[in-house]
């Protein structure tokens, strides 16, 4: 599934004012008189205000947090939410767990390790079930 570009607000309005202003003038030199007044009035009289009162919830407005921002979350969650979806198959699922479990041996923090591999186990044969 691809997703929509994502731009800055300001960038956004600046590509529609320009594209707008664009296709008006280009529609007018080649003659097409009828699609000059309406490039315009969408251009300029809709989709520059709805950008500017939709704001965030314009379809190709960024999120003002930053759509690229890292969360921190688990990553054994996330390691299970993508073998549930089928992003990754069952060796993939215990080759990167068993590197996380590893990685997690050596920080230190045994205690968070064994739980997981206790709920990892739990999980795994709770599926076969």
């Given at each position: 599934?691809?997703?929509?570009?994502?731009?800055?607000?300001?960038?956004l309005?600046g590509?529609?004012g320009?594209?707008?202003?664009g296709?008006?003038a280009?529609?007018?030199?080649?003659?097409?008189n009828?699609?000059v007044?309406?490039t315009?009035?969408i251009?300029?009289?809709?989709?520059?205000?709805?950008v500017?009162?939709?704001?965030?919830?314009?379809?190709?407005v960024?999120?003002?947090?930053?759509?690229?921002?890292?969360?921190e979350?688990?990553?054994?969650?996330?390691?299970r939410?993508r073998?549930?979806?089928?992003?990754?198959d069952?060796?993939?699922?215990?080759?990167r767990?068993?590197?996380?479990l590893?990685?997690?041996?050596?920080?230190?923090?045994r205690?968070?390790?064994?739980r997981?591999?206790h709920?990892?186990e739990?999980?795994?044969?709770?599926e076969?079930?």
């Open positions: 599934m691809s997703s929509l570009p994502t731009f800055e607000k300001k960038r309005m590509l529609i320009i594209l707008s202003f296709f008006t280009l529609f007018a030199v080649l003659g097409f009828a699609l007044p309406v315009f009035v251009g300029f009289f809709i989709l520059l205000p709805s500017v009162l939709l704001g965030e919830d314009f379809p190709l960024e999120s003002e947090t930053g759509g690229d921002e890292v969360t979350e688990d990553p054994v969650a996330t390691l939410r073998y549930a979806t089928g992003e990754i069952e060796r993939e699922f215990e080759r767990l068993d590197r996380l590893e990685t997690e041996e050596l920080s230190g923090d205690s968070t390790t064994e997981t591999r709920t990892g739990a999980d795994r044969e709770f076969f079930e």
